[in-house]
């Protein structure tokens, strides 16, 4: 029979409480880990050093920085942690102006602000200034312009918000190859068509139409000019039926009504 390493128990006992001791100091440390850790996270949190120190915004330009964070209600106290994206864009979104609104948090303490803006769709004429109008109707009383760039149509005698928002809306629609087009627009109500609009277009053309489906209707008028003869001068009717009327085939009355029309309109 081999001999065998006998280790009596008075040997194994001072060994097996040696390890109960290490593992119960391995178990403390890591208590006292995550004792710490969560007292830092709550120091952290109630500290400035949680709060809002950059806030970057773009994209905006007809509204300032200083409006949109007043109207976002941060602050350099807002802790980052509790911010409410949803709500902040919300709250950015009610002004008019404003289309859409992307929000991101850029850790440990940025706000990024991203504005996109509803675009200009013409210019409202009132005595000799230039009041640009948005997509939505809404004129930007406070960027008066004392002369025309030509990139947008102007509007002329919209005196009715209604129909302005919908003239607004019909040429948000509309193709820009098509808007670079049009030089005026006037609103030429009649008793039996309030919607009745004509336009002076770039290529000299005048359209007679509709505030309802314009935008629609307006798709055509590339494809109607490409057939005239580019030496005709009329009108061109898009509303119950589209077709061109020239100057020549009216009366010389019409004629004439129709040009005395015209210069008095541009002329305004």
Known sequence: ???KNIVSIEDRIPK??????KKANRRLIFYLLIFFFL???IVYLQSPLSHIKTINLSGNSHVTDEE????SELTMDTNIWMIDIEKIESLIQNNPI???VKIDKNLPWTININITENEIIGYSKVDRNYFPVLGNGVILTESVKDEF???APILLGFTDEEILHKMADELNQLPESISKLISEIHWSKTDDNKNKILL???DGYIVDGTIRNFAEKMEVYPSIVSQLDPESQGIIHIGVGVYFESFDEMSPEEAEESSVEEQGEISE
Do not use: C, E, F, P
Request: aromatic share 4%.
């Open 1 to 3: 029979m081999s001999n």
């Open 16 to 21: 097996l409480k040696q390890a109960r001791k």
């Open 39 to 41: 007292i830092s996270i």
């Open 68 to 71: 949109i964070i007043r109207q």
């Open 98 to 100: 404003i289309n859409q």
């Open 149 to 151: 760039t030509g990139n």
């Open 200 to 202: 002076y277009m770039s």
